[in-house]
């Protein structure tokens, strides 16, 4: 079974357009958080979300929404699509231990490309 | 604020030998470490963690070593498999709250026949 499973894989649209990618992790996690990574691979946080409330936003324009309907759920609305938008978006998800810490578990990602 | 950095954007190694990619950070305050491994196509994957109190840290033939003073992280993966073959992420965790991890900004690992 995968862990944080995200879909679409791959999701090709116009500028303008509204597109969600949705995201489930049954990994019983209670923290969940939104990656994008950009053509020179770098990895930056835009979301994270611990039992249904928005812990951190990064400077991150407000036509990205998260949208959170239970701790297992954590889907991105991205309104009005930009060029700039174009990017792979993971999904991942963390259960912080008293002794282990916060390690991060990754969904296989989603390809936007705007056109 | 926080930065992670790589000596190295790309690696190239033959395979059987060993390799060691490096990583600085900046963040005096993060308390744990872990290196993450993302083939083409795919998610970030786990390899190994760290956290501060320890300097070394073996699994199934990578080793993690930590030096607190120079604030520099590294992996070392011994006999090199084609299979390793991928970008290999630092990243660490200031600790504390729901804040995701701090990534570096990737070494691209290639394995030579």
């Known amino acids: 079974d995968t862990a944080v499973s995200q879909t679409p894989k791959y999701l090709v649209t116009q500028m303008g357009n509204d597109k969600s990618i949705k995201c489930e992790q049954n990994?019983?996690?209670?923290?969940m958080y939104w990656y994008k990574q950009d053509s020179k691979k770098f990895l930056k946080i835009m979301f994270s979300?611990?039992?249904?409330?928005?812990?951190i936003n990064e400077t991150v324009p407000n036509r990205f929404s998260p949208k959170s309907p239970d701790k297992a759920h954590l889907n991105l609305h991205i309104n009005s699509l930009e060029l700039g938008d174009s990017a792979v978006y993971f999904c991942?998800?963390?259960?912080?231990?008293?002794?282990?810490?916060?390690?991060?578990?990754f969904g296989e990602g989603s390809w936007l490309t705007v056109v | 604020g926080e930065s992670v950095g790589l000596h190295l954007p790309t690696l190239s190694v033959q395979e059987g030998d060993n390799s060691i990619i490096n990583c600085a950070y900046s963040?005096?305050?993060?308390?744990?470490f872990i290196w993450y491994k993302q083939e083409s196509g795919k998610g970030p994957q786990f390899i190994i963690d760290?956290?501060?109190?320890?300097d070394k840290r073996q699994g199934q033939r990578v080793t993690v070593l930590l030096n607190k003073t120079v604030k520099h992280l590294s992996l070392q993966i011994a006999a090199t498999q084609p299979g390793d073959s991928a970008v290999y992420f630092c990243?660490?965790?200031?600790?504390?709250?729901?804040?995701?991890?701090?990534f570096g900004k990737g070494t691209h690992l290639i394995i030579q026949p």
């Open positions: 990243a660490l965790d200031g600790g504390g709250g729901a804040d995701g991890l701090t």
């Open positions: 760290i956290r501060s109190n320890m």
């Open positions: 979300y611990n039992n249904k409330e928005l812990i």
């Open positions: 991942a998800s963390s259960q912080r231990g008293p002794v282990s810490g916060n390690t991060i578990y």
């Open positions: 963040n005096s305050a993060s308390d744990y």
């Open positions: 990994l019983g996690h209670d923290t």
